[in-house]
């Protein structure tokens, strides 16, 4: 019997949602959420959370420029989606240690527990096409 332990980094991910959300909700910077935890943020959901912040402008227009191909706009876009779609690309073009497979897999089950039934679908896509531009001499990218 195999006793299904939580993953640290999975956890670290859903709490860097959680603190991004908050923050847009409240139209304030994610490290004041962040700052204002009753527990202290691990180091891998502080990294995520400074590092979605401090590059957010250019996530936002990689993103941005792979969802109008879809149709979408970021201010179409679900907050939850959005900010699933910045940690992603946040991995993609910073977390060169973590594989392409596990940063998307990663983000489209937050998708799918957090936002709406098509979330999953579209997080997928943007994230696909951004992993080809920037990890395409990734070889567990999937990509060629």
Do not use: C
Not at 28 to 46: C, K, R, S, W
Request: proline letters at 4%; hydrophobic letters at 45%.
């Amino acid at each position: 019997m195999s006793i299904d332990r939580p993953d640290r980094r999975s956890d670290a991910r859903e709490r860097a949602l959680y603190v991004l959300y908050e923050a847009a909700q409240k139209g304030i910077a994610a490290t004041e959420v962040l700052a204002a935890q009753v527990v202290p943020a691990d180091e891998l959901t502080t990294s995520l959370v400074e590092g979605v912040e401090h590059h957010r402008d250019e996530l936002d227009d990689a993103i941005a420029g792979k969802a109008s191909e879809a149709g979408w706009t970021l201010k179409r876009m679900p907050v939850l989606d959005l900010n699933v779609l910045r940690l992603g690309a946040f991995e993609l073009t910073r977390r060169p240690d973590v594989p392409v497979a596990v940063v998307i897999d990663e983000a489209v089950e937050l998708a799918k527990r957090f936002s709406t039934d098509n979330s999953g679908r579209f997080v997928n896509g943007v994230l696909a096409a951004l992993a080809a531009d920037l990890r395409s001499n990734d070889p567990e990218s999937g990509t060629d």
